[in-house]
Antibody, heavy 123, light 112 residues
Framework: QVTLRESGPALVKPTQTLTLTCTFS??????????VSWIRQPPGKALEWLAL???????YYSTSLKTRLTISKDTSKNQVVLTMTNMDPVDTATYYC???????????????WGQGTLVTVSS | QSVLTQPPSASGTPGQRVTISCSGS????????VYWYQQLPGTAPKLLIY???QRPSGVPDRFSGSKSGTSASLAISGLRSEDEADYYC?????????????FGGGTKLTVL
């Protein structure tokens, strides 16, 4: 059974760096084809894809946010970490992690999602 | 503002057939697969349709997807109360502004 769970601070101040952890089970990121992505959803707004890391440690980022994002993995702990620098109130959103099989490719899709974690950016 | 455009709401009565549209462009829906996700209140999004019209195991055949040109649709037949949820379309986008997955703004389906 595949599960993913996001964890991190519920509240961050403007200009701070956000660190979120995705802890997953039911698959391994050392298995060829396995990937984990981060997606966010501001309140009342659309989902937005942020970043992906694959089994080979290749990393891909949203063009609009790539200067602020870093994604990494700890295969032994079944965890993927996303950091986002210089947080702003517009970054207030529910942050989800999700699994993809097959890699960073138009034919692939998010087949399992975590429940999401709400991050509020406010002083 | 979403890259893919969905109506914010839809509704139907039990047993009815409802459709939810998703409009994009040549850089996303027009040249790539469309995916649909269902998000029940307070839960994680769940994959409903992949690669335009394929259902994952466990998804009832009441749910169907289609695509034509730069638009796609999700149809739900035999509407049930448990179908009340938010529905999102998604596709890969390959444009001057970057490459990656893009989503619609979501459609809230109400079962009257």
């Amino acid at each position: 059974q595949v599960t993913l769970r996001e964890s991190g601070p519920a509240l961050v101040k403007p200009t701070q760096t956000l660190t979120l952890t995705c802890t997953f089970s039911g698959f391994s990121l050392s298995t060829s084809g396995m990937c984990v992505s981060w997606i966010r959803q501001p309140p009342g707004k659309a989902l937005e894809w942020l970043a992906l890391i694959d089994w080979d440690d290749d990393k891909y980022y949203s063009t609009s946010l790539k200067t602020r994002l870093t994604i990494s993995k700890d295969t032994s702990k079944n965890q993927v970490v996303l950091t986002m620098t210089n947080m702003d109130p517009v970054d207030t959103a529910t942050y989800y992690c999700a699994r993809i099989r097959g890699g960073y490719d138009p034919t692939n899709y998010f087949d399992y999602w975590g429940q999401g974690t709400l991050v509020t950016v406010s002083s | 503002q979403s890259v893919l455009t969905q109506p914010p709401s839809a509704s139907g009565t039990p047993g009815q057939r409802v459709t939810i549209s998703c409009s994009g462009s040549s850089s996303n829906i027009g040249s790539n697969y469309v995916y649909w996700y269902q998000q029940l209140p307070g839960t994680a999004p769940k994959l409903l349709i992949y690669r335009n019209n394929q259902r994952p195991s466990g998804v009832p055949d009441r749910f169907s997807g289609s695509k034509s040109g730069t638009s796609a649709s999700l149809a739900i037949s035999g509407l049930r109360s448990e179908d009340e949820a938010d529905y999102y379309c998604a596709a890969w986008d390959d444009s001057l502004s970057g490459r990656g997955w893009v989503f619609g703004g979501g459609t809230k389906l109400t079962v009257l």
